[in-house]
Structure formats: C-alpha cells, structure tokens
C-alpha cells in the first residue's frame, strides 16, 4: 500500500500487487478512497481494503476487493524485526530538510490467497515486510535505489540501499540483514549492490544491470564476531520493467514530470545462492528464491 500526501491535495492510496508464477505475470495498481488509519496508527482502512495489525503486533492481516484483483492473506514475523538508529536518514545539517525512515520485518511466514483476472492461487510461502516513509519529495531523495529480498530454508538476506541526488554528494545508504534458521542474527550497514555488467535499454537510456553481486559485511549481533554474504548472479528472469509515470494519478504525474524525466523501476524474480561466513565458522551455502529490484529515478 502507497499513501502519498502531497501539498494542499488530498493524499492519495494504492493498492499494488504483483503476481509471478505458474505461467502468470500481471501486476495491479488499484487507487483507493475513505482511507483511515487506527488510532495507533499501525493499521489501516479503506473502501474495500483493510490491513490490521494484530493486538501482539507481530501479524498482519490483508484483504482487498476489486473487480481485477482479490487479496486475502496473512503475514506474521518470524523472530524479531529491526531498524538502523532511529530508522531515519537525515539530509543535511537540518532535520528540518527532510527525511526518509525505514523499518523491516526481514523473514515472516506467509498465509493466503489471491485472485488475479478471475484465477485463484495460493501465496502461502516466506517474505519480507517494509515500512517506508519519504518525508521530502521523491527526486530530491535518490537517484537510484537497489533492493534485495533473497529466502531459503537456511538464510534469509535482505538489502535496500538507495543513492542520493548529486546536490547530497551522491551518498551511498545501505540497510541491510542477515536471518540464519530463522533467527534475526545481523544488522549491517556494510553492504553494496555492484553492477557487474549492464546493457543499454534503448527506450529509457538507462545502463540495466544483466549480472550483479550484493555483497553484506557487518557483526552478529549476540557474539559480535564478524559476518560477511555474497550473492552474485546473472539476471535472467526479468519480471517487469515499471514506467513510474504510468501508474500515478494525473496531478501527481504532473509534479514529478517537472522534476523527474523517466522514473523507472526493474524487477527481477532468480533462483540464487548465497554464501555465508559467521566468524571462523564453515561457510554456509543456500539456495533459494531471489527479488531483486533497480529503480532509476533521474
């Protein structure tokens, strides 16, 4: 779900679903209307949509109904969730200048269902849970963003890294976690997303990363020895190249045309291995399912 509060308008909230599997590849964005948060201000309401979070705070439960798209699941933490400090990144020496705040649920098992264009599948499995606020507007934050979801029975590995406009010295923030047998066992900040080879996509004049390594490094955080993660993959399966424009109301579509010349979001759904080294211990392997996402905002 999208809540964006622009000026004097009122905000404006989306419903987006992506669907990949068993011979279907559709993505959904519904606009929503009579949007109300809870007291607490944790879960959220609005005509045919609701997402609530439960009294113990570590399941969600989401429903939506529309003519193309109905969802239906639950999501529910495995260990525990974090944040780096205080979740926030400040720009400049004044907070007042703007923010962007991040926290993750990194591993969380999955119960549900969804119905796509009249076609029902099952979405039960593991997944990642982001809650991201953008206290400025959108090109004055990055100019690229990377993340990362990748889920095996092992290891878990997250990354969400974005890279600041050349007006904030195009600063590299990385956030990132490391879930072992379903333990939340680092935090890092150590991390990077390297382009290994790219090709030019004509339409959008973007250098598209084709093979890319994420690479994590940071501390346990119960024994405080030193841990390190590498994926390194060719990106074959491209789900979806998203225009940004295209799926924002008109008003809003205005605004950042003026700012922003081609927003453009890649999506890629591979099956990857991860390598993982805790301390001096064996280096542990894992296959499993990789969500990899680039987004070029200008």
């Given at each position: 779900m999208?809540?964006?509060?622009?000026?004097?308008?009122?905000?404006?909230?989306?419903f987006?679903?992506r669907?990949?599997?068993?011979?279907?590849?559709?993505?959904?964005?519904?606009?929503m209307?009579?949007?109300?948060?809870?007291?607490?201000?944790?879960s959220?309401?609005?005509?045919n949509?609701?997402?609530?979070?439960?009294p113990?705070?570590?399941?969600?439960?989401?429903?939506?109904?529309?003519?193309?798209?109905?969802?239906?699941?639950?999501?529910?933490?495995?260990?525990?969730?974090?944040?780096?400090?205080?979740g926030?990144?400040?720009?400049?020496?004044?907070?007042?200048?703007?923010?962007v705040?991040?926290?993750?649920?990194?591993?969380?098992?999955?119960?549900?269902?969804?119905?796509?264009?009249?076609?029902?599948?099952?979405?039960?499995?593991?997944?990642?849970f982001?809650?991201?606020?953008?206290?400025?507007r959108?090109?004055?934050?990055?100019s690229?963003?990377?993340?990362?979801?990748?889920?095996?029975?092992?290891?878990?590995?997250?990354?969400?890294?974005?890279?600041?406009?050349?007006?904030?010295?195009?600063?590299?923030?990385?956030?990132?976690?490391?879930?072992?047998?379903?333990?939340?066992?680092?935090?890092?900040?150590?991390?990077?997303?390297?382009?290994?080879?790219?090709?030019?996509?004509?339409?959008?004049?973007y250098?598209?990363?084709?093979?890319?390594?994420?690479?994590?490094?940071?501390?346990?955080?119960?024994?405080?020895?030193e841990?390190?993660?590498?994926l390194e993959?060719?990106?074959?399966?491209?789900m979806?190249?998203?225009?940004?424009?295209n799926?924002?109301?008109?008003?809003?579509?205005?605004i950042?045309?003026?700012?922003v010349?081609?927003?453009?979001?890649?999506?890629?759904?591979?099956?990857?291995?991860?390598?993982?080294?805790?301390?001096?211990?064996?280096?542990?392997?894992?296959?499993?399912?990789?969500?990899?996402?680039?987004?070029?905002?200008s």
């Amino acid at each position: 779900m999208i809540h964006s509060n622009i000026g004097l308008w009122n905000p404006t909230i989306q419903f987006t679903s992506r669907f990949f599997g068993n011979g279907v590849n559709t993505f959904k964005s519904v606009n929503m209307s009579n949007f109300k948060l809870s007291p607490d201000r944790r879960s959220a309401n609005a005509n045919n949509m609701s997402i609530t979070l439960n009294p113990e705070c570590n399941k969600y439960t989401v429903n939506l109904t529309h003519k193309e798209l109905i969802v239906s699941f639950e999501f529910e933490r495995i260990d525990r969730g974090f944040k780096i400090g205080e979740g926030k990144t400040y720009f400049g020496q004044n907070k007042s200048t703007g923010f962007v705040e991040h926290k993750f649920w990194p591993k969380g098992n999955v119960k549900g269902n969804i119905v796509v264009d009249g076609q029902a599948f099952d979405v039960s499995g593991v997944g990642l849970f982001v809650h991201a606020i953008q206290g400025m507007r959108p090109h004055l934050i990055a100019s690229r963003w990377n993340f990362v979801n990748f889920q095996s029975d092992v290891t878990s590995l997250s990354m969400c890294e974005f890279e600041t406009t050349p007006h904030y010295g195009s600063k590299k923030i990385n956030q990132g976690s490391l879930v072992v047998n379903n333990k939340l066992v680092g935090v890092s900040v150590k991390n990077m997303a390297q382009f290994l080879e790219t090709s030019l996509d004509p339409e959008t004049k973007y250098d598209v990363p084709t093979k890319i390594k994420y690479t994590w490094e940071g501390r346990i955080l119960e024994t405080n020895e030193e841990f390190s993660a590498f994926l390194e993959l060719k990106l074959d399966v491209l789900m979806d190249k998203i225009d940004v424009l295209n799926e924002v109301p008109y008003f809003l579509k205005k605004i950042v045309q003026a700012f922003v010349a081609k927003p453009y979001v890649y999506q890629w759904f591979n099956e990857a291995v991860a390598h993982v080294k805790i301390g001096d211990n064996e280096e542990l392997i894992a296959k499993g399912k990789l969500f990899s996402e680039c987004s070029f905002i200008s």
